[in-house]
């Protein structure tokens, strides 16, 4: 399985950012909203990827199946809020959906463009990166469920 390719390494601290929720139309930091769950998973990704939705809804079987744990999906290349939230109501997805508030994420992330964050999945405990890879295939998903079936009920 392809380890992720930009952004922080494994066992790093993941830096502060703020984020716009296109759901809820606020703002925060993505890591410390979801700071009580047992582990954090964040998918990276453009909306300009037909997949984008798809990838959602296998995201939002995951939060069904682990309650615990905090899912969210940022998109890279921001977007139109009003319109972002039609969709995810139109494709049934309630998982938080977010795009970066300014450009700061980027060099928080370690991230040049766009492109190299793009299809990130990231698996985070108390703040720290744990498992990192590329893609939402079904070996990544197989990884990612082995892992969260290890994690305690709640994060202490």
């Known amino acids: 399985m392809p380890s992720a390719r930009a952004g922080v390494s494994v066992g790093a601290t993941l830096p502060a950012y703020e984020v716009h929720n296109v759901a809820t139309d606020s703002e925060y930091s993505p890591w410390e909203a979801l700071r009580g769950k047992a582990a954090t998973v964040a998918y990276f990704a453009s909306i300009k990827d037909p997949q984008f939705w798809a990838d959602c809804q296998k995201l939002q079987a995951l939060q069904a199946a682990f309650p615990n744990v905090g899912v969210f999906a940022q998109l890279v290349d921001g977007g139109n809020a009003s319109l972002l939230a039609a969709r995810a109501r139109e494709s049934g ?8 508030v300014g450009d700061e994420w980027k060099e928080a992330l370690r991230v040049k463009t766009e492109k190299d964050m793009s299809h990130q999945v990231y698996l985070s405990r108390n703040l720290r990166l744990e498992w990192s890879a590329v893609g939402l295939t ?19």
């Open 93 to 100: 997805v309630t998982i938080p959906i977010v795009y970066a």
């Open 138 to 156: 079904d070996q990544t998903l197989a990884e990612l469920t082995r892992r969260l079936k290890l994690l305690p009920a709640s994060p202490h």
